[in-house]
């Protein structure tokens, strides 16, 4: 991966849709490059009403649903270790993709712990999540949890 791209829900769905083009037209789109997407979808609202597929340039696409809790919360979905784990399991698999979008609803909590993360496991630095913003502790110390473990 050359990028790592985090964003809000909305930015996310722009970004993907300039890599649309009409059938047999997909040379014309606006964006090229491969990716790959992990977008959190919060769980009290049944997700964002889509999911994106894999097709010509989004080389994979995992969604997983929880919420930005930090603790136990009635009716709320706490993030998992198996989610992290398939986080894992999916940055290992779609390496060669150009860009890693990462998305929740804003961009700034969930997302910004599993960009974090991923950067570290990818061996760059990670510093600038925790100096421009606020990652969930929850979700960036599971996913380290099971990363050591592996």
Not at 26 to 37: F, G, I, L, S
Not at 49 to 64: I, M, S
């Amino acid at each position: 991966m050359k990028r790592i791209m985090l964003r809000s829900v909305y930015d996310a769905f722009d970004y993907v849709m300039a890599h649309y083009a009409p059938f047999g037209m997909e040379e014309m789109a606006e964006k090229q490059d491969t990716y790959a997407v992990i977008s959190i979808q919060d769980t009290h609202t049944g997700g964002f009403g889509f999911e994106f597929r894999p097709n010509k340039y989004c080389q994979g696409a995992l969604t997983l649903y929880f919420d930005d809790i930090i603790k136990e919360v009635p009716g709320a979905v706490m993030f998992s270790e198996d989610q992290a784990r398939q986080i894992i399991d999916f940055v290992e698999a779609n390496k060669s993709a150009e860009t890693l979008l990462i998305h929740c609803y804003g961009g700034e909590s969930r997302s910004r712990a599993v960009a974090a993360f991923v950067t570290k496991m990818l061996g760059a630095d990670n510093s600038k999540y925790f100096e421009t913003g606020h990652p969930n502790q929850i979700v960036y110390d599971t996913l380290i949890k099971v990363w050591t473990k592996k």
